[in-house]
């Protein structure tokens, strides 16, 4: 047979992929393309779950919530190229480890554990008058501010 002819085969080990990607927020195949990046299937997915999060995370925790369904390594990948893109903000924690989020209008308060990298998010209103005073004259932004802590969990170590 010839090898055009030849059905094609996935490794073994590898997943199929699906069929289409799921199309539930059309901005997001917007910013993909504008990003010059392809839509397929899995960076729709990710992108779509990054948007629905409201905190930042890291691609290891992205990927156990994706339950598996992709491969660690395209997690990784893609939410690389999407910072680059700029579709979502990375921030480097003191250990190495990266967190990722999708980008958000309102400034915004968040927490990230440089052990573990567990993150948390709070809004505008809990910034404190004070605080962005402080910012303001020493000379930062507003928009976004990142506070290093160790968790609960961490500590208890």
Same mark, same amino acid.
Do not use: W
């Given at each position: 047979?010839?090898? !055009?002819?030849?059905?094609?085969?996935?490794? =073994?080990?590898?997943?199929?992929?699906?069929a289409?990607?799921? &199309?539930?927020?059309?901005?997001?195949?917007?910013?993909?393309?504008?990003?010059?990046?392809? *839509?397929?299937p899995?960076?729709?997915?990710?992108?779509?779950?990054?948007r629905? /999060?409201?905190?930042?995370?890291?691609?290891? =925790?992205?990927?156990?919530?994706?339950?598996?369904?992709?491969?660690?390594? !395209?997690?990784?990948?893609? #939410? =690389? +190229?999407?910072?680059?893109?700029? /579709?979502? %903000? !990375?921030?480097?924690?003191?250990?190495?480890? &990266?967190?990722?989020?999708?980008?958000?209008?309102?400034?915004?308060?968040?927490? *990230?554990?440089?052990?573990?990298?567990?993150s948390?998010?709070?809004?505008? =209103?809990?910034?404190?008058?004070? /605080?962005?005073?402080?910012? !303001? %004259? #020493?000379?930062?932004?507003?928009? +976004?501010? #990142? &506070? #290093?802590?160790?968790?609960?969990?961490?500590?208890?170590?």
């Amino acid at each position: 047979m010839p090898r !055009s002819e030849r059905p094609h085969r996935r490794p =073994a080990g590898l997943p199929a992929q699906e069929a289409a990607p799921d &199309i539930r927020d059309p901005s997001v195949l917007a910013d993909l393309r504008r990003a010059r990046l392809p *839509a397929n299937p899995t960076r729709v997915r990710i992108l779509m779950h990054m948007r629905a /999060l409201d905190r930042p995370v890291t691609p290891n =925790a992205l990927y156990q919530q994706l339950d598996g369904r992709l491969s660690r390594v !395209s997690v990784y990948r893609a #939410l =690389a +190229e999407f910072a680059r893109a700029d /579709l979502v %903000n !990375s921030f480097r924690l003191p250990g190495g480890k &990266i967190v990722y989020s999708a980008g958000q209008a309102q400034p915004a308060l968040r927490l *990230a554990c440089p052990q573990c990298g567990q993150s948390a998010t709070a809004p505008e =209103a809990m910034l404190g008058p004070a /605080l962005m005073q402080t910012m !303001s %004259n #020493l000379g930062y932004s507003d928009q +976004e501010v #990142l &506070i #290093l802590a160790l968790c609960h969990r961490c500590t208890d170590l």
